[in-house]
């Protein structure tokens, strides 16, 4: 597969028509703290809400490493006229035996309804496919989040419910549900 191949350096810059996918930078701190403690953003997410700005630092050095690893990629979504983050999006838990990764993203309130997400999951399903080479992106949101599960559909994913019999096999009953999009290449 062509991420086994991937350099990392430099980190991919990637752009649409009005948003900058950049590098997770340690300025961005204070605006991931705003995300990673809203509560409505963190509605849905399986994760405690970070309340201070140490957290958030922890967390910036977490994503580094698994970048520098080659386990992840990990994006600030940024407006094309401001550095400022206005969300992340991310490929993790890279599945390299099965040429599949999981897809998440998440946007600061002021910025949703406005087509930015499908802007930047549209280019991050192009870079995984064409770049990278996965044969498979998974996501894995909660079944109640409606506006996530239809970005998805939008996007073509489908409902994975073989994948949902193995996960729910291993982890037992969740709420999350998964779908998958295959690569028009995978056959």
Known sequence: MAMQNQGLAP????????LILR??????????????????VNKYLERPK?????????????IETGISKNESFYWVISLKNESKLIGTICLWNLDKENSRAEIGYELLPGYQGK?????ALSKI???????????????YPDSAN??????????????DKA???????EW?????????LKSKTSG
Request: charged letters at 35%; hydrophobic letters at 35%.
């Open 172 to 180: 037992g009953s969740v709420n999350e549900v998964i779908y998958s």
């Open 23 to 40: 590098k997770l930078e340690m300025d961005d701190a204070g605006e991931l703290l705003k995300l990673r403690s809203d509560e409505s």
């Open 146 to 159: 409606e506006r996530s599960v239809r970005i998805l559909e939008k996007n073509n994913f489908r409902r």
């Open 125 to 139: 399903i192009e870079y995984a496919f064409q770049t990278l080479g996965f044969k498979t992106i998974t996501a």
């Open 50 to 62: 970070s309340t201070t700005i140490n957290e958030v630092i922890e967390f910036i050095n977490k």
């Open 115 to 119: 087509g930015l997400m499908q802007e």
């Open 163 to 169: 994948l949902e019999d193995e996960y729910y096999r």
């Open 11 to 18: 980190f991919p810059l990637l752009t649409t028509d009005r």
